[in-house]
């Protein structure tokens, strides 16, 4: 396997897929021989040019290169793309070309690719396709809540106000810095119609906002059920999903900063929260309506999604062996 684009998610997918025992990392390809290309070196990961190019600027930063990234494309069984939005599409000729399957990430649009993806919510529809998108974060996130809702109860219609962080940590042109921007001004926002590409006849609004925070999105969610239902049992549903953290009352962690030090003093890779970080206390019933408070760390929910979806495209196991093999290899559960 080989990762085209090692940025915030890029980085990240190698790791996971580096710690897996069923799968082999070969390289990784960037246009810039920066921090992270160093560090990938550290690492042990073979470097490929992204842009052939800019390959002098490689060696000129001391960054030793295995190759161009067509040799990456062509010797890997799959590519995960991780390149900045709309890139990945026009990437897709590249994998075509030397008949190399490969995932996209949530930037894109549907149409990358054959199938849109979600471990918990339909692994099996990208078995043996050839070119899939991980949906993306607040997408999975949405996903692995609905997903045991439907089952468990029956979905009528759900509604979503997400509070999305302006930009990652080190995205330091993005903002905004000081206001709160309905975002998209539209309503309802692209997210619901995204949410679709994963439940096809599911009724969803959402609405969007940005605000001058790097740590997480947050989502406040309305789910109409179909039957009557407990604040506990659902409660009790929501404990029993390895990606869904419920965060017990007493913990302390009173918002997205908490929960971010949280995982640090966990000692997890980069700080990274892939679960849904669900408040136990936000969980409110009021006949068929559910409500409850999520928070979503953008750079790492969709990492073990990536891992599942290699899996199902190779059906190498079946979603339940799969999912528990990439929590384990990870460290996810809490
Ligand atoms: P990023 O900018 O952090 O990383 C992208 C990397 O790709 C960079 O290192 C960039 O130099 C490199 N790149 C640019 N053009 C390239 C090319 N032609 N060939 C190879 N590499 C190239 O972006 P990201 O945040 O990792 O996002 C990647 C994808 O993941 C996007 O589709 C994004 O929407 C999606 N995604 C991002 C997040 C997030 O919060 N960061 C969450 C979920 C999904």
Redo the contacts with the bound molecule.
């Keep these: 396997m080989g990762v085209?684009?090692?940025?915030?998610?890029?980085k990240r997918v190698a790791d996971a897929v580096h710690a897996q025992p069923d799968m082999e990392l070969i390289g990784v390809?960037?246009?810039?021989p920066n921090f992270?290309a160093h560090t990938a070196g550290e690492r042990g990961y073979p470097m490929y040019a992204?842009?052939p190019e800019r390959s002098p600027l490689f060696s000129e930063a001391g960054v030793e290169l295995a190759g161009e990234?067509d040799e990456l494309v062509a010797e890997a069984d799959i590519i995960v793309d991780?390149?900045?939005?709309g890139?990945?599409a026009e990437?897709r000729e590249l994998y075509e070309t030397h008949h190399t399957p490969a995932i996209f990430?949530?930037?894109?649009d549907a149409d990358v690719a054959d199938v849109s993806f979600n471990a918990r919510a339909n692994f099996d529809a990208a078995r043996d396709a050839d070119y899939v998108r991980v949906v993306?974060?607040n997408t999975t996130g949405l996903s692995r809540i609905i997903a045991p809702l439907e089952e468990e109860y029956g979905v009528e219609k759900v509604r979503a106000t997400l509070v999305r962080r302006g930009g990652?940590p080190g995205q330091n042109s993005r903002g905004p810095i000081n206001d709160i921007l309905p975002n998209p001004i539209k309503i309802p926002s692209h997210h619901g119609p995204d949410v679709k590409t994963i439940f096809p006849d599911l009724e969803i609004d959402t609405l969007g906002l940005k605000v001058p925070a790097t740590l997480m999105h947050v989502h406040a969610l309305n789910v109409t059920l179909e039957d009557d239902v407990t604040g506990a049992h659902v409660r009790q549903l929501l404990e029993g999903e390895n990606r869904v953290y419920v965060i017990p009352e007493g913990m302390g962690i009173d918002g997205a900063g908490k929960l971010m030090d949280f995982a640090l003093d966990a000692g997890r890779p980069r700080g990274d929260m892939w679960e849904n970080c669900v408040w136990g206390e936000s969980i409110g019933v009021n006949g068929r309506d559910l409500y409850l408070f999520q928070a979503i760390h953008?750079?790492s929910d969709?990492i073990p999604e990536n891992v599942d979806a290699i899996r199902a495209m190779f059906d190498l196991e079946d979603q339940k062996t799969s999912m528990e093999l990439t929590d384990r290899t990870l460290g996810i559960g809490i």
């Excluded at 085209?4 to 890029?10: A, D, L, P, V």
């Excluded at 390809?29 to 810039?32: E, P």
């Excluded at 991780?82 to 939005?85: E, I, N």
């Design positions: 085209n684009g090692y940025g915030t998610i890029g390809a960037k246009t810039q992270e992204a842009i990234v991780c390149t900045p939005s890139i990945g990437n990430q949530g930037g894109e993306s974060c990652d953008q750079q969709v």
